[in-house]
């Protein structure tokens, strides 16, 4: 199985797991997605305000091979990358396009007051941004060095913000500070390659 194809099968587990589980809560099993300061009763949308978060989650997790193989000088490290920061944009979108869906099902205010939803703006300029770098990527094949690192950057500080500051479960806060350290390893290795050089 190529890279790709498990960075794509990854993917569609993690979207299955999200969907099931969307499904799971929205009927009131398992764990509720309750805001700090708000109460169950006020939770609406069900199933599309838990897949808005949980898509989320999928997206996070996929950055993780991501950020450990952006730095690598390798064939395969490239490959890595380019299959997983595909994916990843891939599921980045489609969270948006999940939480676009919350405005036209009536929900877009209530997400908004209770910190689901923090403003669609610079999400959708990161969307934008990141779709146009993924193209870039696929059709020219070469590194564009200071802004796919502006745009890594702006990705761990916009996915991170969210979860650590605005997510209520301690699973998301755990996820963020995961990318963080994940980041910064990555980040140290590259530079001890480039002094070693």
């Given at each position: 199985m190529s890279v790709i194809q498990r960075a794509w099968f990854g993917y569609a587990i993690l979207t299955i797991l999200a969907v099931v589980a969307s499904l799971a809560l929205s009927n009131g099993s398992g764990v509720g997605l309750v805001i700090?300061?708000?109460?169950?009763e006020n939770i609406q949308g069900g199933f599309w305000i838990y897949l808005c978060v949980l898509s989320g989650w999928v997206g996070m997790i996929l950055l993780f091979p991501t950020f450990l193989a952006i730095w690598g000088a390798s064939y395969e490290s490239r490959a890595v990358w380019l299959a997983y920061w595909t994916v990843s944009?891939?599921?980045?979108l489609f969270q948006i396009t999940i939480c676009i869906s919350l405005y036209f099902a009536g929900l877009w205010d209530w997400s908004l007051s209770n910190g689901i939803i923090q403003s669609i703006w610079p999400s959708l300029i990161l969307a934008a941004w990141w779709s146009f770098d993924v193209a870039r990527a696929w059709v020219y094949g070469t590194w564009v060095t200071v802004?796919?690192?502006?745009?890594?950057?702006?990705?761990?500080v916009m996915v991170t913000q969210a979860a650590i500051f605005s997510g209520s479960l301690v699973v998301i806060k755990l996820l963020g500070g995961a990318l963080i350290f994940t980041s910064l390893v990555s980040f140290s290795i590259a530079m001890k390659r480039r002094r070693a050089r």
């Open positions: 700090p300061g708000d109460s169950v944009c891939i599921a980045y802004q796919r690192i502006t745009l890594h950057i702006a990705i761990v």
